[in-house]
Every structure is written in structure tokens, then in C-alpha cells.
């Protein structure tokens, strides 16, 4: 019993209307209910009831990442190990948030907010049981299945790395280092991917993206027409990582959180022995194909 996949992502935008507008008609996410000053968006292939929040805020960045649990007694074992590390805790009961079960509320050590759960309402992915067709027919935008990880920024990569792997049961899959074996990068999954979560030297409490799956490398070339046809930014790609494999574009909302759509990687076992990037490869590492550190990339972030 664990942490099994990233959940949802509550992203803080200061334009509730235009987010919306983009991330249903250019992304292709679906908006299943509103209330208050939040929408509650899911990728198309998604059955539980929401995997974006956006929320009204002055100020974009990320409000709080959210991560399902294989029961609902792993609140309380994992309760039991944030408490060992002086973590602020939260019990949030079953209503509280729409559609969610009980969870569990806490800020890292890196100033994220975080929370655990394990019910979420089902609301299916719009196909039928008996002899579904491979994919809906109403779809527009990119339309990502699913929502698949996120980068965050601590200014102590190696703890924030280690505080989710001792509390929270998490794998280390690739790590980037400096010369002196200090890591500037860690890559961290719970679902055999490459990564639900990384971490990048940065400011505490710091995003630098979220990002969404696609099924193939033509989807991601595809979703740059669709980024360019609707004259949204393109930030860096299409593009391949050496860290993860992974076939990548990423652009900007319009509130200022980066966004990306990820397809490739590889399939992780719990025994996958980490792999190992050295700071005179880091242009290589980020981006494959071009070689080189882009310098914007690196350091814009919310």
C-alpha cells in the first residue's frame, strides 16, 4: 500500500476566464464543474473526476500537488512518517473539496504544499464499456489523455529528493550532479514512469512546469500546430530529453505557468538502478538533440 500516481495539480492563474479558455479550447482539457473561484478540468482518457484545478490568485505558480494513494489507510502511514520529519499536517475531511474523499495536507520541506488521498468521484473518460471505440470523437486542442508529472524547484535539491523518498516512498530514477557529486537535478516516480515528480535547483516553494502525456513523438508535432495555429508561444521544441527519453514541447499559459506534453520514456522496475548525469552534459541532458543549456528555459519559472 502507497502513493501509486500523481493525482492533481492546483494551479493559481490571476485570469480565471482566459485560463479556462485556453486550457479547454487549446490544451483539449475537459472543464467538469466550476465553484467558487475554481475550475475543475481532466484529461480526456482520465476516469476520476479532475486532474487540473484552476484557481483565482493575484499571482500564478501552484497552489498545491495532490497524490493517490492505493488505500485510504495509507493516510495514516504516511501521517505517521510526516510527523517524524515536524511537517504541518492537515486532515481534510471527505466534502471538503469537491469530489474528494478524505486527504491528508501537508508542506514539504521545499515549501510545496502536497496532499494524499485515495477516493476522488468517478466520472469515466466518455466511452462506453461494452466495445469502445480507441478514442472519443468530440475532442479539440492537443487533448492530452492524461495529466502525467511536474518539475518543482527547491534550493536543496538532494533534500527535497530524499525527504520523498524516505517519507513518502518514492524511487529515484536519473539524478544530474555538479563535480562534486551534488545534485542539481533528481527525478523521482511512484508509477514505473521516468518521473511523476523532479526537482531543480530554484527558489523553495517553485514551479517550473506541469506536464501532460501523449501517446506518440507525432502527437507532440502535432500539438506544436495546434500551439502555433492558436498563436500561443512556443518555450522550447518539439525537442527529445536525454533525462527520461522523453519527446517534449513546452509553452506558457496565459497566466504564466509553463506547461508541457510528454510522450516516450521508459518502463521503471522497483530495483531500477538510477542513472547519472554530470553537469559538463547538462545541455545534453535537457535537450538532446540541440546540446545545449537554454538559458530561459533553465531560469524562468513561477
Not at 25 to 37: C, P, Y
Not at 67 to 78: F, V
Not at 126 to 139: F, H, I, Q, S, T
Request: aromatic content about 10%; overall charge negative.
Amino acid at each position: 500500500m502507497s502513493i501509486y500516481r500523481l493525482g492533481h495539480i492546483e494551479a493559481r492563474v490571476p485570469d480565471l476566464e482566459l485560463a479556462a479558455a485556453y486550457y479547454t479550447e487549446v490544451l483539449g482539457l475537459i472543464e467538469v464543474a466550476r465553484q467558487g473561484d475554481r475550475v475543475y478540468l481532466k484529461g480526456w482518457d482520465e476516469h476520476d473526476h479532475h486532474s487540473v484545478i484552476l484557481t483565482y490568485a493575484p499571482r500564478y505558480g501552484v497552489e498545491h500537488i495532490a497524490w493517490k494513494c492505493d488505500d485510504i489507510d495509507d493516510l495514516q502511514k504516511y501521517e505517521n512518517k510526516l510527523e517524524k520529519y515536524g511537517c504541518h499536517i492537515e486532515r481534510i475531511p471527505a466534502g471538503q473539496e469537491l469530489a474528494m474523499g478524505d486527504g491528508l495536507r501537508f508542506e514539504t520541506p521545499s515549501g510545496h504544499v502536497m496532499e494524499l488521498y485515495h477516493e476522488m468521484e468517478k466520472v469515466g473518460n466518455g466511452l462506453p464499456k461494452l466495445n469502445p471505440p480507441p478514442v472519443r470523437d468530440d475532442l479539440v486542442g492537443i487533448a492530452p489523455p492524461r495529466l502525467d508529472h511536474t518539475l518543482l524547484l527547491a534550493e536543496n535539491v538532494g533534500d527535497a529528493g530524499r525527504f520523498m523518498q524516505e517519507a513518502l516512498d518514492f524511487r529515484m530514477t536519473e539524478q544530474l550532479v555538479n563535480g562534486e557529486g551534488h545534485q542539481l537535478i533528481v527525478f523521482l516516480e511512484r508509477s514505473h514512469t521516468p518521473h511523476d515528480v523532479a526537482f531543480a535547483t530554484g527558489t523553495d516553494g517553485g514551479l517550473h512546469h506541469f506536464a501532460f502525456h501523449l501517446d506518440n513523438w507525432m502527437d507532440v508535432g502535432n500539438a506544436a500546430d495546434t500551439l502555433t495555429l492558436n498563436g500561443i508561444e512556443i518555450d522550447i521544441g518539439p525537442t527529445r530529453h536525454g533525462l527520461t527519453r522523453g519527446h517534449t514541447i513546452y509553452f506558457f499559459d496565459p497566466c504564466g505557468n509553463r506547461n508541457e506534453v510528454f510522450s516516450g520514456g521508459y518502463y521503471v522496475d522497483p530495483d531500477f538502478e538510477p542513472i547519472t548525469w554530470t553537469e559538463d552534459q547538462f545541455g545534453k541532458a535537457l535537450f538532446y538533440y540541440e546540446g545545449r543549456i537554454n538559458e530561459q528555459f533553465v531560469n524562468r519559472h513561477t
